[in-house]
């Protein structure tokens, strides 16, 4: 018989403590709209699919630097609006992610703010350790928090929602 594949997984937090769930959310849903938020990405739109639905595919990519263009196709398998969550696959990608699947869920915290949370479960990915990937993860979020976060004061002109 053969070993099952180890699985890596994670799950990494952002707070925005003056920015409510239903600001971040609108930022999060828009699936093709990853490029505005997510760091080094100069690029996401849609390949294939309905917007906001299951099923939706997009395509993500980097301006090529000296390593060039890093790429992945990704499909989205759930959306909860009420819930304020999705989860998607990585399809294929030049990156080495391997049967890659996350959730990412935005949670409202005592004193009006919220919390967005991003789990994660892959197989390994050559060249790196679980925890090299937990740290990008975490990362990657904690920028995206500080850009949303921006972003929605700069938009509304205050603080507060």
């Keep these: 018989m053969e070993e099952p594949e180890p699985r890596w997984e994670g799950k990494a937090t952002a707070e925005l403590k003056t920015t409510a769930p239903d600001q971040v959310w609108p930022l999060l849903e ?6 505005k938020w997510f760091p080094d990405l100069d690029t996401s739109y849609q390949v294939e699919g309905e917007k906001g639905k299951p099923g939706l595919t997009r395509y993500c990519a980097n301006n090529p630097g000296e390593s060039g263009v890093k790429w992945a196709k990704e499909k989205l398998l759930t959306i909860d ?19 890659y699947v996350a959730t990412i869920k935005v949670l409202p915290v005592d004193g009006g703010g919220c919390r967005i949370e991003w789990s994660f479960a892959s197989g390994p990915i050559e060249g790196w350790r679980s925890d090299d990937l937990g740290s990008f993860i975490d990362s990657c979020l904690q920028f995206m928090a500080k850009k949303m976060e921006a972003a929605i004061k700069n938009e509304d002109g205050s603080s507060c929602g």
């Excluded at 828009?30 to 490029?35: L, P, Q, R, T, Y």
């Design 30 to 35: 828009d699936f093709c709209g990853i490029h």
């Design 81 to 99: 609006p009420i819930q304020r969550c999705f989860s998607y696959e990585v399809l294929d990608n030049n990156i080495g992610f391997n049967s």
